[in-house]
């Protein structure tokens, strides 16, 4: 039987704009729910002036994340992702979608754009049903990688 769950990642920019992922969520597609969430430390992360300001911007701007802030060391992404047991992984987003390619090349990754999700805004709408990680419980939800796998999710049920 195969498994397959939706994994949501935001990024900060490294030095030779390399993207660097700063926070990821996964969520099982079946019904268990089960999920996990990181924030990674970017601290020894080469950055060069254009990544500095870019990632400076992004932490006021968009999802409040420094990159020294976070519960688990950059190097172990791909540890975490290639302890992930699933055969499909279904992401939002090309760019993404190469990223997580290159960590786990042997995993089925799909864009759920290439099956006709709409824009966030469209599917989740402030559901302020969804859960959000602890981190950004004061801020705007759908800067949340936790509250973007459950409305992706919702999403994939209702449209597969």
Same mark, same amino acid.
């Given at each position: 039987?195969?498994?397959?769950?939706?994994?949501?990642?935001?990024?900060?920019?490294?030095?030779?704009?390399?993207? /660097?992922?700063?926070? /990821?969520?996964?969520?099982? #597609?079946?019904?268990?729910?089960?999920?996990?969430?990181?924030? +990674?430390?970017?601290?020894?992360?080469?950055?060069?002036?254009?990544?500095r300001k870019t990632n400076?911007?992004?932490? &006021? @701007?968009?999802?409040?994340?420094? #990159?020294?802030? %976070? $519960?688990?060391?950059?190097?172990?992404?791909? &540890? !975490?992702? @290639?302890?992930?047991?699933? $055969?499909?992984?279904? *992401?939002?987003?090309?760019?993404?979608?190469?990223?997580? #390619?290159?960590?786990?090349?042997?995993?089925?990754?799909?864009?759920?754009? $290439?099956?006709?999700?709409?824009?966030?805004?469209?599917?989740?709408? %402030?559901?302020? #049903?969804?859960? &959000?990680? !602890? +981190?950004?419980?004061?801020?705007?939800?759908?800067?949340?990688?936790?509250?973007? *796998?459950?409305?992706? &999710?919702?999403?994939?049920?209702?449209?597969?």
């Amino acid at each position: 039987m195969s498994s397959s769950a939706i994994v949501d990642i935001q990024c900060v920019l490294g030095a030779g704009n390399k993207y /660097m992922i700063k926070e /990821m969520s996964v969520v099982d #597609t079946a019904e268990t729910w089960a999920s996990q969430h990181w924030i +990674f430390k970017n601290s020894n992360s080469k950055q060069d002036n254009k990544s500095r300001k870019t990632n400076k911007w992004l932490e &006021r @701007n968009y999802h409040q994340l420094s #990159t020294e802030y %976070g $519960d688990v060391e950059y190097e172990e992404v791909g &540890r !975490i992702l @290639n302890s992930l047991k699933f $055969d499909c992984i279904y *992401v939002k987003g090309e760019q993404k979608k190469q990223l997580l #390619t290159e960590y786990i090349p042997h995993v089925a990754v799909v864009n759920i754009e $290439d099956l006709g999700c709409p824009r966030l805004d469209q599917i989740c709408d %402030g559901d302020v #049903t969804l859960p &959000r990680c !602890i +981190f950004h419980m004061e801020f705007n939800p759908k800067q949340c990688t936790f509250y973007k *796998v459950y409305a992706i &999710r919702k999403w994939l049920r209702h449209n597969s």
